[in-house]
């Protein structure tokens, strides 16, 4: 099994663009898809990204993914931040047995 | 729209098992895998494992192997999943989140979640 490695914080203000990364351990990033999943306090997880670098419908154009092969990781990018981002993100992938979470990142908006 | 609801809180004493289900509306419940996700509290997102409704086919985490099984009535559109020898440890938040066959890996829509707590 790989990992998935994520900062345990990052914070922004308003306004301003913020990176949280996702490096896995083993195996190329780009072999499988990466997701990425927002949870509120409370709330369970919704999908902000799926397949690398597609958004659901619903979701605002802020909100963008992308892989780096040099790297071994997966970004999710949140640009004109609001305070209605700062939640816990995750990243998922798999491999042919087993899917794998990321120990998620929490975004301080302030 | 889609729903997936999930039954209640449970409280259990060490060594019992829990069976939480998933009740599914909105969609064709065999078009889509269930899997299982919990969260303890303060932590990160566990995958558990996932089942096809449609063959009944199975995958379990390996960490879960031999003490979790899920299986579904498809007459009700229901996926369920039961975790036995429970221990402290297994205190979370139990959620289902269905996936495309097509895209197994994309968790689209989840359930509300099912707090399980063992308790002496």
């Keep these: 099994n790989f990992m998935l490695t994520q900062p345990h914080s990052v914070s922004e203000s308003p306004g301003k663009t913020v990176t949280i990364s996702c490096t896995r351990s083993s195996g190329s990033i780009a072999s499988n898809y990466v997701q990425w999943y927002q949870q509120r306090p409370g709330s369970s997880p919704t999908t902000v990204i799926y397949e690398d670098n597609q958004r659901p419908s619903g979701v605002p154009d802020r909100f963008s993914g992308s892989i780096d092969s040099s790297s071994n990781s997966a970004s999710l990018t949140i640009s004109g931040l609001k305070t209605e981002d700062e939640a816990d993100y995750y990243c998922q992938s798999y491999d042919s047995s087993n899917q794998v979470f990321g120990g998620g990142t929490k975004l301080t908006v302030l | ?120």
């Design chain 2, 1 to 120: 729209q889609v729903q997936l609801v999930q039954s209640g809180a449970e409280v259990k004493k060490p060594g019992a098992s829990v069976k939480v289900s998933c009740k599914a509306s909105g969609y064709t419940f065999t078009s889509y895998d269930i899997n299982w996700v919990r969260q303890a509290t303060g932590q990160g997102l566990e995958w558990m494992g996932w089942m096809n409704p449609n063959s009944g086919n199975t995958g379990y985490a390996q960490k879960f192997q031999g003490r979790v099984t899920m299986t579904r009535n498809t007459s009700i559109s229901t996926a369920y999943m039961e975790l036995s020898s429970l221990r402290s440890e297994d205190t979370a938040v139990y959620y289902c989140a269905r996936a495309p066959v097509y895209a197994m890996y994309y968790f689209d829509y989840w359930g509300q979640g099912t707090l399980v707590t063992v308790s002496s």
